[in-house]
T-cell receptor, first 115, second 115 residues
């Protein structure tokens, strides 16, 4: 089955620690995205990547970092510089080839809690 | 920059009643518009999308939405609500202007279905 997987589903972290969230897709999509979701605020874009070895900051990139070494993988690191990291994190991917319809497909999410 | 406004953060309907979730957008160019549904602690699932073809778009689970350029609206409707429709619904607009093909989301509407 093609799709997007995120792991772990639940993650607990102590203040001051970095943590990495995994996102893998086997849809052969070029573009991948990371969003943060907080109650009542919708989804806010953290980082996105349209091609391997390239990525751009979204609206709330401070305190986060990403890498895109492989087409199918786009891990997100939440650093200790992120002042309020407790949130639900969603990864998405999209086909950017000819005939694209701009549809983003989402993974199941990771809920990060800072203790 | 594009934006999306969803009127009503919480909507409550009786089972069998009409569902109407409102979405207004701002865009300087013809947009692509999307409705997604999210069940608790899950990712987003695409309900339907408008990509400049027919203005009345039919989606999954009996939902449909009508693109009205004059009103800059893309309201989501379903003739008869079912208990399984209880979820959070997000409207999104695709930003084709700045590169990156980003989605801008509304803040979401929580739909409650009562017996």
């Amino acid at each position: 089955d093609g799709g997007i997987t995120q792991s772990p589903k639940y993650l607990f972290r102590k203040e001051g620690q970095n943590v990495t969230l995994s996102c893998e897709q086997n849809l052969n999509h070029d573009a991948m995205y990371w969003y943060r979701q907080d109650p009542g605020q919708g989804l806010r874009l953290i980082y996105y990547s349209q091609i391997v070895n390239d990525f751009q900051k979204g609206d709330i990139a401070e305190g986060y970092s990403v890498s895109r070494e492989k087409k199918e993988s786009f891990p997100l690191t939440v650093t200790s510089a992120q002042k309020n990291p407790t949130a639900f994190y969603l990864c998405a991917s999209k086909d950017v080839g000819a005939g694209r319809t701009d549809t983003q497909y989402f993974g199941p999410g990771t809920r990060l809690t800072v203790l | 920059a594009q934006s999306v406004t969803q009127l009503g953060s919480h909507v409550s309907v009786s089972e069998g009643a009409l569902v109407l979730l409102r979405c207004n957008y701002s865009s300087s160019v013809p947009p692509y518009l999307f409705w997604y549904v999210q069940y608790p602690n899950q990712g987003l699932q695409l309900l339907l999308k408008y990509t400049s073809a027919a203005t009345l778009v039919k989606g999954i689970n009996g939902f449909e939405a009508e693109f009205k350029k004059s009103e800059t609206s893309f309201h989501l409707t379903k003739p008869s609500a079912h208990m399984s429709d209880a979820a959070e619904y997000f409207c999104a607009v695709s930003d084709l202007t700045g590169g990156g093909n980003k989605l801008t989301f509304g803040t979401g509407t929580q739909l409650k279905v009562e017996l």
